[in-house]
């Protein structure tokens, strides 16, 4: 679907800076685009919140907020924020730009991530939430949507949103808790507080949930979220995922613990604890393949549906104590009572027969239970043995120690080195015939499109080379460049050749022309002051008005960009033509002491000049005459006896 039918602001210069250029998510509270600074030239996310909540105080004081505090953090984990401000009914956050992905769009693609992969990500959001605590920060909405993840591997935390001072009261004035559902720590349900322990919850569902691609407590609703997070411990990722190390289920059970006295104080002790096991697992604990895990289909391409446990909602602040069926009526049983014979009832006809038959084919099914037990351990199946990341070679050899058959399929991956196991079929584990054959799916490597030269060719053609050549064209900037026409493609980022993922972004470097130095024509009558830009190369445009200057009427008072600027070929020059001076009316001093005359004269708005003849203090005459017209700005002389 085109975005761009849908949301006005696409297109739209915000602010008078900042050009929308796409969409790249909405939340429960904004939406963010990418967009161009175009003070600065620079590509920014521009995070703008829905109109509708714009009109709430609390809200758009929770949008300053955020600028704020993440403005406190320069740190390298942390997503910056540049700017804040307002347009009509738009308030924005200009933050930075970081190309890549959630990590819930990983977890979405992927499910369960490698041990190592998983800690690695997460040492990084602990740095960033380590600066946070120790600038007496919480962030209080970590989830994997508000981890950002680089095309060149960097691990930001976005989304300060609802940052709030350790020391200050943590909980919403309306008696709301505010956060996500999956993610909130038990006290943040039942009491609506949260400290830096609160982030430490969250990170360890958010570890659970990397270490095996479910969240701990599925409920399908927040209310039974809610119940199951205040009743149940976090279990240990290992139930899902066999063979995941015992460390892993401590560290988890311990960042997760429900009482909060039990986790430990903050990012920064979670981070030294995270460490530690890492260097303590072995190389294959790390690298551990996890089973792969089904897409979520709930989600979309900008996050999940309304009313789904990981948007950001706010919850009454004390959770039922009570299950969300409690209170429902008990159901009645629709399933027919085993049949009782009554006393005395003689044992012949049809009813005498019934439970003849039933146990007569309840031996047959254990017979057959046991038949086909027997069969399945008789040497007539096996199991497929675990192959996934081997060499191709290794793989084929592991299968035929097996007793069994391969055939090879290949296929791109993003994450197994090309010529290793991705996959198997049957799966590893899983009962096959003995003279059976297993699917081995062989990696090619990764995916890459060679991105085409478009070097000396009109932006909107080079988009539709990107485009056929299967990458989406991506930001675009301009440079001057006297050797390429005004508005084709100087270069590509990466550059022509290099090899990219199928519909991976490229950027655009467009030529802006010949650099020009505009020429000053502040003073030059507006006739000449066109004439000198056009020959140029630039465009003019007049202001309707004209202004009160020190220039003389009708020559130009202003011009923006001035002497000096840079400019491209084509580009425009405002100008602003003088009023001449305004003529303001001199006041009467004659007779006025010295400091009382120069008040009054610099009051009016001019300018003041004294001469002494003797030291008495007095004005006894001025250089323009009370009630006589002068130029405001201009300079009177009086002189004192």
């Known amino acids: 679907m085109d975005t761009t039918l849908q949301d006005p602001l696409i297109g739209h210069v915000l602010d008078g800076r900042y050009r929308v250029e796409a969409r790249i998510a909405v939340g429960g509270m904004a939406t963010v685009y990418r967009a161009l600074d175009t003070r600065l030239d620079r590509v920014l996310a521009l995070k703008v919140m829905h109109p509708s909540l714009a009109a709430d105080a609390s809200f758009v004081d929770r949008f300053i907020r955020e600028a704020k505090s993440a403005a406190r953090l320069a740190h390298p984990n942390v997503v910056g924020v540049f700017d804040q401000g307002s347009d009509g009914s738009y308030v924005y956050l200009a933050m930075e730009y970081v190309e890549g992905c959630t990590l819930r769009d990983v977890l979405r693609e992927r499910g369960a991530l490698p041990p190592r992969a998983a800690l690695e990500i997460l040492e990084a959001v602990l740095a960033a939430l380590g600066a946070a605590h120790l600038a007496g920060l919480v962030h209080r909405d970590v989830k994997p949507e508000n981890v950002l993840i680089g095309d060149d591997g960097r691990v930001k935390v976005a989304d300060f949103g609802l940052v709030r001072a350790v020391d200050q009261q943590t909980s919403a004035s309306t008696g709301a808790v505010l956060g996500t559902v999956s993610y909130l720590a038990p006290e943040q349900i039942e009491h609506g507080t949260a400290d830096a322990r ?14 095996t691609g479910a969240k701990p407590h599925p409920g399908g609703t927040p209310a039974r979220v809610i119940h199951r997070r205040l009743n149940e411990d976090v279990p240990p990722p290992s139930a899902v995922v066999p063979g995941l190390a015992a460390a892993l289920d401590g560290l988890v059970a311990r960042t997760a613990a429900r009482d909060p006295g039990l986790r430990p104080a903050d990012a920064v002790g979670l981070l030294a604890e995270v460490r530690a096991v890492r260097e303590a697992l072995a190389d294959e604990q790390l690298d551990a393949v996890p089973p792969a895990a089904a897409p979520d289909p709930a989600a979309g391409p900008d996050g999940p549906p309304p009313g789904s446990e990981d948007r950001t909602t706010v919850l009454p ?33 049809p009813r005498g027969r019934r439970p003849v038959a039933a146990a007569v084919a ?3 099914l254990l017979l057959g239970v046991a038949l086909g037990v027997w069969y399945i351990n008789s040497g007539q199946f096996t199991r497929t043995p675990g192959v996934l990341s081997m060499t191709e070679a290794e793989a084929k050899r592991a299968v035929e120690e097996a007793g069994l058959e391969w055939r090879v399929v290949r296929e791109h991956s993003e994450t197994v080195e090309r010529g290793r196991i991705v996959a198997t079929d049957p799966g590893r584990g899983e009962r096959i015939r003995g003279n059976g054959t297993v699917t081995l799916t062989v990696s090619r490597g990764p995916e890459r499109v060679e991105v ?17 050549a299967g990458l989406a064209p991506g930001m675009v900037t301009r440079e001057f460049d006297a050797d390429v026409e005004r508005g084709s ?30 020429p000053d024509v502040v003073g030059e ?34 011009q923006s960009p001035g002497e000096g600027a ?4 084509g580009d425009t020059v405002r100008l602003t033509v ?14 006025m002491g010295e400091d009382e005359a120069r008040r009054v004269l610099e009051d009016a708005g001019f300018e003041v000049k004294v001469r002494r003849l003797f030291f008495t203090g007095t004005v006894f005459d001025q250089s323009v005459g009370g009630g006589d017209r002068a130029p405001r700005g201009s300079t009177i002389t009086i002189w004192v006896r």
Request: aromatic share 2%.
């Open 198 to 211: 609160a982030d430490v919850y969250a990170c360890g569902v958010v570890l659970y949930e990397m270490l």
């Open 317 to 349: 602040r004390r959770a039922p104590a009570a299950p969300p069926d409690a209170g429902a009526p008990e159901r009645t049983s629709v399933l027919p009572a085993p049949a009782v014979p009554r006393a005395g009832r003689p044992r012949g006809g």
């Open 362 to 364: 309840a031996v047959l």
């Open 452 to 468: 085409p030269d478009v070097a000396g060719v009109p932006l909107a053609e080079a988009r539709e080379r990107l485009a056929d």
């Open 489 to 518: 493609v100087i270069r590509t980022k990466p550059e022509a050749g290099t090899g990219r993922r199928p519909g991976a972004a490229v950027a655009l470097v467009v030529s802006k022309g010949e650099r020009i130095e505009v």
């Open 525 to 558: 009558s507006e006739g000449t002051a066109r004439q000198r830009l056009t020959e140029a190369g630039l465009e003019v445009e007049v202001a309707p008005e004209r202004v009160f200057s020190e220039e003389e009427a009708g020559t130009v008072a202003r």
């Open 566 to 569: 840079v400019a491209a070929e």
């Open 578 to 591: 003088s009023k001449g001076p305004e003529m303001v009316e001199v006041p009467d001093v004659d007779g």
